[in-house]
């Protein structure tokens, strides 16, 4: 793999991560842009203890533009967008109108005030260009793309992970304007965050009160006990194993973790990693034969790595889910979601999952 950085033309860094070492990448960002301040704040919810993010700068951000001024298709005669060279394999850059930039320690200043504790939004907000083909979705992609991505993940995962005030790297894609995409064209996302987000706080805790109270590994144990009664399990590789979890809240919704328990990205293997490109396709490829030929599936998927000071519990892991029930019909996070927290998922997990097997390649 060959990574190139370079800078645009408003300091933002920019990566070019190409499969072959010969690719040219000595392109000049040639826009007319002004550096953006990110004036971010980070609450903390005095009740819940929640960490809030404050990102009121955000509000000019691009939305839903023609797709011949898409920012993320690479930059062709007089089209300029975000990525200066005229085609790309796989591209990271920083987010021009990011919820955390390091720049906020300088804006924002911290307040330790019981019950009014606020600190500046330190962290990194980047995008992650799929693949220069405006129209190409992940599941696209040949294996040695959805590879070269892995690594990209892998590599930003190594980077952000040691930026200070960075507590968790999480890698993530929004797919389908239903989710609230407002570019077209296929991309992921990574937020480098300062606190550990409040549902990895939520699965750590419990996974010490099952150390305390079993002497084992929750995650491990959840895996194992998916494997020995594999009613919800969607896919077996050597290395990696799909299920619906026990207690979905999502209509379709898979666990893919590695049969190996590892913190985070940086810990897979090269079997590991070889075998994942295969597995994860496969994956998004059933999820788009759901609902019989309707729209593309809308989803989200969710990568969880441990958060860089509470290593020794977490699991990586991927969680893949759609807000789509069935053909034209969304679940909205409504009054009793959105309201308590309190999901009620219409399909059953067992039924998801044979959906999910029955729909295979
Ligand atoms: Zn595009």
Redesign the pocket.
């Known amino acids: 793999m060959q990574k190139t950085t370079t800078k645009l033309a408003d300091g933002r860094e920019l990566i070019y991560f190409d499969a072959e070492e010969s690719a040219d990448r000595a392109y000049t960002d040639l826009r007319p842009l002004e550096a953006t301040t990110a004036l971010s704040e980070v609450r903390r919810d005095p009740v819940t203890g929640d960490h809030v993010t404050v990102a009121a700068h955000r509000q000019g951000r691009i939305y839903h533009p023609p ?1 011949d001024e ?1 920012p ?2 690479p930059s062709r005669d007089d089209r300029l967008s975000e990525i200066p060279a005229p085609d790309y394999e796989v591209v990271v850059f920083e987010n021009r109108f990011p919820s955390l930039a390091l720049g906020a320690a300088a804006e924002v200043e911290a307040d330790l005030t019981p019950l009014r504790e606020l600190k500046p939004g330190v962290g990194r907000c980047e995008v992650v260009c799929f693949t220069a083909d ?1 129209e190409a979705s992940f599941a696209d992609l040949s294996e040695s793309r959805a590879r070269l991505v892995l690594d990209a993940w892998t590599d930003r995962t190594a980077e952000l992970s040691a930026l200070p005030g960075v507590e968790q790297v999480y890698c993530f894609e929004n797919r389908g304007a239903e989710i609230g995409v407002t570019l077209a ?1 296929s991309h992921g996302q990574i937020y480098a965050f300062p606190f550990v987000t409040p549902r990895t706080v939520r699965m750590l805790a419990r996974a010490e009160e099952h150390r305390a109270a079993t002497g084992r590994n929750l995650f491990e144990d959840v895996l194992a006990a998916e494997l020995a009664d594999p009613v919800r399990v969607v896919l077996r590789g050597e290395h990696w194993t799909a299920f619906v979890p026990f207690a979905a809240r999502w209509p379709y919704e898979v666990h893919l973790y590695p049969n190996r328990r590892v913190a985070d990205l940086t810990e897979l293997t090269e079997p590991e990693r070889a075998e994942f490109p295969g597995i994860y396709l496969e994956l998004l490829r059933r999820f788009d034969r759901l609902f019989d030929g309707s729209a593309p599936t809308p989803y989200i998927a969710a990568w969880h790595q441990a958060p860089a000071r509470h290593r020794t519990e977490a699991a990586l892991h991927l969680e893949l889910f759609t807000i789509r029930r069935t053909v034209g019909k969304l679940k909205f996070l409504a009054g009793v979601e959105s309201g308590m927290d309190a999901f009620i998922n219409d399909v059953s997990p067992e039924s998801a999952a044979h959906r999910l097997r029955e729909v295979a390649t």
């Open positions: 797709a898409c993320l298709c405006h064209h």
